[in-house]
T-cell receptor, first 111, second 116 residues
Framework: RKEVEQDPGPFNVPEGATVAFNCTYS??????FFWYRQDCRKEPKLLMS???SGNEDGRFTAQLNRASQYISLLIRDSKLSDSATYLC????????????FGKGTRLSVIA | DAMVIQNPRYQVTQFGKPVTLSCSQT?????MYWYQQKSSQAPKLLFH???????NEADTPDNFQSRRPNTSFCFLDIRSPGLGDAAMYLC???????????????FGPGTRLTVL
């Protein structure tokens, strides 16, 4: 089983739609979780951290389910500018353990 | 603005000709990383430095080396580039490795390497 798995998509949704991505991770000791956004031919940029209690930032909501070992990202009222690849990132906070990236889920928001 | 800078943004080299990519940061972060990213794939960690402590990933080829002469700069040396090394090379930094929120990574714009 891969360390971090995501549905690669693409998810093609109309403007204004709500879309959700899931990401599963294999290491039950994982403690830090992030969603990064990567535009075509650009670098990844932090979208939001994912906390145990869940967190919301405007139209974006992230949730963590430790029991099932997955995190989710919900985007409400999709905009054309939300079109990008969304990378799920997980780390175990011990020793020299950098972040582990998923392959990303590609989202296309269509007018 | 504090940032992660990579030079050059585009690099063309010949098969087997050594090439060096550079990264600098003004964030004063302890950790610097080098990733390789190929089309439609996740960034693949090559190695990272925690301060001066070098950590190589087990599957990073010997062809890839790195130097960190000071806190601000880190270099990626590809000793004998092959066609399969053509990719985007991303440098990233984080304040720390393990403390929550301190391990958020900030990426530079990347260097796109072409091997002829």
């Amino acid at each position: 089983r891969k360390e971090v798995e995501q549905d690669p998509g693409p998810f093609n949704v109309p403007e204004g739609a709500t879309v959700a991505f899931n990401c599963t991770y294999s290491n039950s000791a994982s403690q830090s979780f992030f969603w990064y956004r990567q535009d075509c031919r650009k670098e990844p940029k932090l979208l939001m951290s994912v906390y145990s209690s869940g967190n919301e930032d405007g139209r974006f909501t992230a949730q963590l389910n430790r029991a099932s070992q997955y995190i989710s990202l919900l985007i409400r009222d999709s905009k054309l500018s939300d079109s990008a690849t969304y990378l799920c990132v997980v780390t175990v906070n011990s020793g020299n353990t950098p972040l582990v990236f998923g392959k990303g889920t590609r989202l296309s928001v269509i007018a | 603005d504090a940032m992660v800078i990579q030079n050059p943004r585009y690099q063309v080299t010949q098969f087997g000709k050594p090439v060096t990519l550079s990264c600098s940061q003004t964030l004063n972060h302890n950790v610097m990383y080098w990733y390789q990213q190929k089309s439609s794939q996740a960034p693949k960690l090559l190695f990272h430095y925690y301060d001066k402590d070098f950590n190589n990933e087990a599957d990073t080829p010997d062809n890839f080396q790195s130097r960190r002469p000071n806190t601000s700069f880190c270099f990626l040396d590809i000793r004998s580039p092959g066609l399969g090394d053509a990719a985007m090379y991303l440098c990233a930094t984080s304040r720390d490795l393990t403390y929550r929120n301190y391990n958020e990574q900030f990426f530079g714009p990347g260097t796109r390497l072409t091997v002829l």
